[in-house]
């Protein structure tokens, strides 16, 4: 009787055991997994584009041969997307993101008839916010407009560049993820600045969103032998194209591509981390690439 009561406490005891175990080990991957959110959002930027739209009516001078304007009308808006802090170096913080929410000036024909057209001209001028909150035309948490942009629009890929004072905090991602350690069926966590407009389109507010899914597939589904995407399975909102997509340690896949619906909807497609890593490289940014990303105090991740 002895024996079964010992038998029996020693049981219980080793099962208890065995559940504060796993019960430790599940904090440690709570803990591990909360600290790889703080970071993946410590180095994600809001990105505000200040867009200036022209309307402009011109007439065709047969004697001076060119198009003279009869009027003009302007009009402001604002809209956002998401970056992430790839390095620093000599002063300079350098910022990845998607291309399309970088524009810059364009101009386009709208109407012609005769001797009269209607001509659009739309400049874009970029400022970084590394911070929520508030954004209308005085905008918060501002950290400057780039001194260099570099975008591919083809491949939606984009680097930039801001001056930023010694004193400031720079918070960078520290780990590229390579191609052989992507797979399908891979956890991502992704972040972003979701734009949630207001009644006053020049009045915003801005909130950090942090989204959870995994890699589907390699590529993009439609075209074969891709590096350019990766197909994956992950919740967006409008104002976080350009987000990074990392992995449960922390290292980038990719960026969000694009993100335009207001309200929480599935993507299929990141910018996989090859095409971008072929980007930087190509652009003489291999440093980044190498890890040599700074020269000064920063925060890294």
């Keep these: 009787m002895k024996k079964i009561i010992l038998a029996t406490a020693l049981a219980v005891c080793s099962s208890f055991q065995e559940s504060r175990a796993t019960a430790l080990e599940s904090l440690i991957v709570q803990s591990s997994e909360q600290e790889t959110i703080k970071k993946l959002t410590g180095m994600t930027y809001c990105v505000i584009n200040k867009e200036v739209v022209h309307t402009i009516l011109e007439e065709y001078s047969e004697e001076e041969k060119i198009w003279k304007e009869l009027a003009r009308l302007s009009e402001e808006n604002l809209y956002q997307g998401s970056a992430v802090g790839l390095a620093y170096k000599d002063g300079e913080l350098y910022l990845l993101s998607a291309a399309h929410i970088f524009f810059g000036t364009r101009e386009e024909v709208i109407a012609e008839s005769g001797k009269k057209r209607y001509r659009k001209e739309v400049e874009i001028y970029p400022q ?65 600045y979701r734009v949630m407009p207001d009644f006053d389109k020049l009045k915003r507010r801005l909130l950090l969103d942090v ?63 090859e095409g971008i890593k072929k980007f930087l490289d190509e652009n003489d940014y291999s440093w980044i690439i190498n890890n040599e990303k700074t020269t000064k105090s920063h925060n890294s991740y």
């Design 211 to 273: 989204t959870r899914g995994y890699v589907r597939s390699l590529g993009d589904p439609n075209i074969s032998s891709d590096d350019n995407y990766l197909d994956v399975d992950l919740t967006e909102v409008q104002g976080m194209s350009g987000g990074p997509v990392i992995t449960a340690d922390g290292k980038l896949v990719g960026l969000i591509s694009v993100a335009v619906m207001t309200l929480p909807t599935k993507t299929s497609l990141l910018l996989h981390i």
């Design 128 to 192: 970084l916010l590394d911070k929520a909150g508030y954004y209308s035309d005085e905008l918060v948490g501002v950290k400057g407009k780039p001194l260099e942009v570099l975008a591919h629009d083809d491949k939606d890929h984009a680097l930039f560049k801001l001056a930023v004072a010694e004193s400031e905090q720079h918070n960078i991602l520290e780990f590229f993820a390579n191609k052989d350690e992507i797979y399908a069926g891979q956890p991502i966590i992704g972040a972003g």
